[in-house]
């Protein structure tokens, strides 16, 4: 068997992203069709599920591919629309079909442009001299043929797929020596199981009831490919209520009457997750004294049978939105991080339990050294740049440590129970990293990149002090760093 070694890809995935510039360095890229694929039809460019998926994929590329320049852009594009206009570009200019694609995909993950709006795309249409491009039926058939292949093949609907001039097929981003024998159909003898993009999410519903109503309830549920956990009591639905989020609750109302697992789940939670009750017969009165005491809908199973999934479904969107305006009020816009009123909530938590269990705390203030200068002579777009890069490093770090925008040039990141003699060696590791992005103060030296100076406070928490105090430290041992020049570090210790 010989054919023309392919690719399915998607445009909106960070791996597929790096498999094209590793091909590209490789200058093996020309010789294999770019085949499109939508990964997650049904995904929303904001909805915070599929944008947190996005953000743990990114830190895997990040570990996985050290050496590809990626930026996470924190918003997923319309692909079903690029798709479409990146096929027909190619059927109307193929020679340009290549230079074209890649413009694309730099824009999105390296400048974080959403390319799927329609100005930013015809620019780039311009700018490359293909915007007189024609759709055909016959590119719109290929597309269709190229995702109905991809989803019916063996993947696990993963992204990118490869397949060699041999039939054979891998997915995930493989090391430059792997992508060169299996492009020679040769035997790869170390594969990367795991880099691959799986960008699959079913919605979670916690439930109680064991009726027929609750039986006709997770049929329809099962079948639209929600996960369904099912228990056994009021308390136990509370307590995991309480620590894990989910899509929907939804409690029979013969086991709870009188709506009291509502009534402690409202008083001891902020969520938005919807809560509804349901029954094979509802009374008005019922249904007036369940809105009243905080029920996001009431269902009659066996007179809303057709309208159930529908219903369902509403609820579920209208989370995501409240989710999304929610996000909006404690994240910054630029970075994604936490913004500074919601890092001192999250500060002030972390200090009220590592009092509890006696353990050690530590705050780390990272300033952009001269980021002023760089903004007066760049511009404060490419000052943005600068930013995003810094923060792409600082999310790559540790998961446990939690990060925030403090300010404008300022980040404040969380530390837990970490060995103080580990400190500044995490501290010097953020700073090589970010050197490593050599993002240049001036272009005419080579060598004169931007920096972080990073002061460190760190105590076992105890009621003597508040979280400010260790704060205050840390700013206290930022502004000692800069009598000492750029890039340095300095710890003090809260007694």
């Known amino acids: 068997m010989n054919q023309k070694p392919f690719v399915y890809a998607d445009i909106n995935c960070p791996f597929c992203f790096v498999l094209h510039e590793r091909l590209k360095k490789l200058n093996l890229i020309n010789e294999i069709e770019w085949r499109l694929v939508e990964h997650t039809p049904s995904a929303s460019v904001q909805e915070l599920k599929y944008i947190d998926i996005l953000n743990a994929e990114f830190k895997a590329v990040l570990d996985k591919a050290p050496d590809i320049e990626i930026h996470n852009p924190k918003f997923m594009v319309n692909t079903s629309m690029l798709n479409e206009t990146l096929n027909a570009v190619s059927g109307s200019f193929p020679e340009s079909a290549f230079i074209f694609r890649d413009a694309i995909y730099r824009a999105?993950?390296?400048?974080?442009?959403?390319?799927?709006?329609?100005?930013?795309?015809?620019?780039?249409?311009?700018?490359?001299?293909?915007?007189?491009?024609?759709?055909?039926?016959?590119?719109q058939a290929e597309l269709k043929l190229w995702q109905t292949e991809w989803e019916n093949g063996e993947f696990g609907r993963k992204v990118p797929v490869l397949s060699n001039g041999a039939g054979h097929f891998i997915t995930g981003v493989q090391s430059e020596d792997a992508l060169v024998s299996f492009f020679r159909n040769e035997t790869v003898q170390h594969l990367d199981q795991y880099s691959a993009c799986n960008l699959k999410f079913n919605e979670k519903v916690f439930m109680i009831g064991n009726s027929l109503s609750s039986q006709v309830i997770s049929g329809y549920l099962s079948h639209a490919?929600?996960?369904?956990?099912?228990?056994?009591?009021?308390?136990?639905?509370?307590?995991?209520?309480?620590k894990q989020s989910s899509?929907?609750?939804?409690?029979?109302?013969?086991?709870?009457?009188?709506?009291?697992?509502?009534?402690?789940?409202?008083?001891?939670?902020?969520?938005?997750?919807?809560?509804?009750?349901?029954?094979?017969?509802?009374?008005?009165?019922?249904?007036?004294?369940?809105?009243?005491?905080?029920?996001?809908?009431?269902?009659?199973?066996?007179?809303?049978?057709?309208?159930?999934?529908?219903?369902?479904?509403?609820?579920?969107?209208?989370?995501?939105?409240?989710?999304?305006?929610?996000?909006?009020?404690?994240?910054?816009?630029?970075?994604?991080?936490?913004?500074?009123?919601?890092?001192?909530?999250?500060?002030?938590?972390?200090w009220q339990t590592a009092c509890r269990y006696s353990t050690e705390l530590t705050v780390f203030l990272i300033d952009v050294d001269d980021l002023k200068k760089y903004n007066l002579k760049f511009g404060y777009a490419a000052g943005d740049e600068a930013l995003m890069s810094i923060a792409n490093v600082l999310s790559a770090g540790r998961s446990e440590d939690i990060v925030?925008?403090?300010?404008?040039?300022?980040?404040?990141?969380?530390?837990?129970?970490?060995?103080?003699?580990e400190l500044l060696k995490i501290a010097k590791r953020i700073q090589n990293n970010i050197l490593s992005r050599k993002i240049c103060y001036n272009k005419d030296e080579s060598n004169d990149f931007v920096t972080v100076s990073i002061g460190i406070a760190t105590t076992s928490a105890n009621k003597a002090h508040n979280y400010t105090d260790l704060l205050a430290l840390a700013d206290t041992a930022l502004n000692e760093t800069k009598t000492l020049g750029r890039n340095q570090a300095i710890k003090l210790r809260l007694a």
């Open 108 to 139: 999105l993950w390296i400048e974080s442009l959403d390319v799927s709006d329609p100005s930013i795309l015809d620019a780039l249409l311009v700018k490359y001299g293909v915007e007189e491009f024609e759709f055909s039926e016959q590119k």
């Open 225 to 242: 490919e929600y996960d369904i956990y099912k228990l056994d009591s009021q308390s136990e639905l509370l307590n995991k209520a309480l």
């Open 247 to 350: 899509a929907l609750i939804l409690v029979e109302h013969s086991a709870d009457p009188y709506f009291e697992f509502c009534k402690q789940f409202r008083a001891m939670s902020q969520s938005t997750t919807p809560i509804i009750y349901y029954s094979d017969k509802l009374t008005d009165q019922t249904e007036a004294q369940g809105f009243a005491l905080g029920v996001s809908d009431m269902l009659d199973v066996s007179r809303q049978k057709d309208s159930l999934l529908g219903r369902l479904s509403m609820h579920v969107r209208t989370k995501h939105q409240l989710d999304i305006i929610s996000g909006y009020a404690t994240h910054d816009a630029l970075t994604g991080f936490y913004n500074r009123r919601e890092i001192e909530q999250v500060l002030e938590r972390s």
């Open 404 to 421: 925030g925008r403090f300010s404008g040039e300022e980040f404040v990141m969380i530390l837990h129970n970490t060995p103080e003699k």
